[in-house]
């Protein structure tokens, strides 16, 4: 077997491999040969490369366009993806596909391991939406991948929808371990002027679901199902959180260090303020849960007590993820 790289300048793109029986050294019209091969082969590399980068960057013009607000911006956007024959038909969803790590950690990611792992989670990703859905549209943006998932035909439940989405992350985390990833989706938008709102709302859906959902991996969230969380996602609204978690839950947060108490309050609330069921969710001897009960009550004030105090009591402990993300 001989190998002779295929070579542009120096950059080295692959080798041209023989097999069979041959002499040694090779004739030089073989040689000749092989070495003009190799040749035409980067030619070729280099052509089919120059163009994927042209393509490539009317793929982000055309993402540019669609998540401008200046007038105008769509169609230009509509129309350049129609002379790619690119289909942009509505209805749709958007959906952002992202690696399971804290944002810092994805701007952070150095290691050239680490960044090739990623592209081989969101490629395998990629794979199987494709799959799901062939007429689906991809633009890379960092670290996430964004995905216009057009629907014609009989139209797909939500339910059903993030079933599908969610056997797709379960395929990648299967193929690569190392980093699963998780779905955030829009609702389904009427028309292709609609697309930065459903962006903004896919992207909402996966950070705003990371946080409330802690550290599930390979996650599915809908837009939907955000509830009323999707009423805090601007920064005047956080501010606005972070004032209301410090006057309901402010003397638990100076005090519990740990967050032992504030794990326990939760799991006393979820447990329909029982406490020997506390005590068995969180491993603990009853007469401990019932020591951080007296503590919490001696913090909170009429909390437990008061219906209105517990609903106030219950929407902070809700609101308080929010304030935590990275």
Known sequence: CIAHPVRASSMELGEILVWGELP??????????????????????????????????????????????????????????????????????VAVVAPDLPVREVFALQERESRSSIDTSLHLARRYIRVLNPEAVFWRQGARL???????????SKEELVRALKEVCQRVAQENPAHSVSI???????????FAKAYRAAMQSLELGRVVR?????EVIAYEDLGFLRLFSSQEALEGVAEFCQEVL?????????????LTLRTYLEQGQNLRRT????????????YRLRRLRTLLGPAFTVPTARLTLELALNLLPLLQTG
Do not use: W
Not at 48 to 57: C, D, N
Not at 184 to 194: C, D, F, N, V, Y
């Open 24 to 93: 040694s050294p090779l004739p030089s019209a073989q040689m000749v040969a092989l070495e003009h091969g190799a040749t035409v082969a980067a030619l070729k590399m280099m052509e089919l490369r120059a163009l994927s980068q042209v393509e490539q960057q009317f793929q982000n013009e055309i993402l540019e366009g669609l998540l401008s607000d200046q007038p105008g911006a769509v169609e230009r956007a509509r129309k350049l993806a129609a002379q790619m024959r690119v289909r942009l038909d509505p209805p749709f969803h």
């Open 146 to 156: 964004i995905v216009f998932f057009p629907v014609r035909g009989r139209r797909a």
């Open 184 to 194: 955030g989706l829009s609702p389904l938008a009427p028309e292709l002027s609609h």
């Open 214 to 218: 802690a550290q599930a991996k390979g």
């Open 250 to 262: 402010g003397p638990l947060l100076r005090e519990d260090r740990n967050g032992v108490l504030l």
């Open 279 to 290: 005590a068995q969710a969180l491993g603990i001897h009853y007469n401990t849960a019932r």
